[in-house]
């Protein structure tokens, strides 16, 4: 499991890639937008989950 750095890290890398593949689409066709749109979603989504796992373990002071 990842530290919370790192999954924040990781979220912002996803941010990243998402807004990338926005404009690639907004600047013409590209076949594999969806696919890659799709797999940033995914590792956006995974990435949360590690969150919500960490903090769910994390005792609340």
Known sequence: ???GPQAIA???SMVFLIEEALRIADEG???L???KLSDCV?????ALD???G???VKPQH
């Open 1 to 3: 499991m990842q530290s």
């Open 10 to 12: 990781r979220l912002k």
């Open 29 to 31: 066709d590209n076949p």
């Open 33 to 35: 937008f969806g696919a």
């Open 42 to 46: 995914d590792c956006l989504q995974t």
């Open 50 to 52: 590690d969150i919500i």
């Open 54 to 56: 960490v903090s769910a």
